[in-house]
């Protein structure tokens, strides 16, 4: 698991968080799961979109917020730049959300081992907000937080890996 440290590239969603879209589902006639095939397929890609969708918008807005503040984009172009990334991320999520729907619709035994590795998926995806979420931060947020971290017996150098030098200053 690589850390991307180029602050100036949007990070996309990938195939990290494609298993969890794979068993999203959400009910959109409020039937609570009497589903037939081509409902279950609607419903779950409608589910893995939104997975997406949310999952890009986190991703973006951590990292043009950090590009905000370094006065590098102003507002505007920060919320263009995130609807533009959303809605690319949401057509590559409707796609790979409606593949795994055909796939558990036909082999619904697929859907525990997918829940398994959408939770590994999870992790990864977790780390990468993290990662997008400490590059938003300044210096001294980041000392103030390694302080706080310590005090509270956390080391988040393990945590933030080459994430700065202050790491080393507490």
Not at 103 to 109: A, D, E, Q, R, T
Not at 115 to 136: E, P
């Amino acid at each position: 698991m690589t850390r991307e440290r180029d602050p100036y590239r949007i990070p996309r969603a990938g195939w990290e968080i494609a298993p969890t879209a794979g068993v999203a589902s959400i009910d959109l006639n409020g039937n609570h799961g009497a589903l037939t095939g081509g409902e279950f397929v609607g419903e779950s890609t409608v589910g893995g979109m939104l997975v997406y969708a949310i999952y890009q918008a986190l991703l973006t807005g951590l990292r043009t917020e950090a590009m905000r503040k370094r006065g590098e984009i102003d507002r505007n172009t920060q919320v263009k730049v995130i609807v533009a990334s959303v809605w690319e991320t949401t057509k590559q999520g409707a796609a790979v959300s409606a593949v795994l729907g055909v796939v558990l619709l036909v082999f619904p035994w697929l859907g525990l081992p997918l829940s398994l590795i959408g939770m590994v998926g999870l992790g990864k995806a977790s780390v990468d907000l993290a990662h997008a979420f400490w590059d938003g931060l300044s210096e001294a947020q980041r000392s103030d937080l390694h302080r706080a971290a310590f005090e509270a017996g956390v080391n988040l150098s393990r945590l933030i890996s080459g994430a700065g030098t202050a790491s080393q200053a507490v």
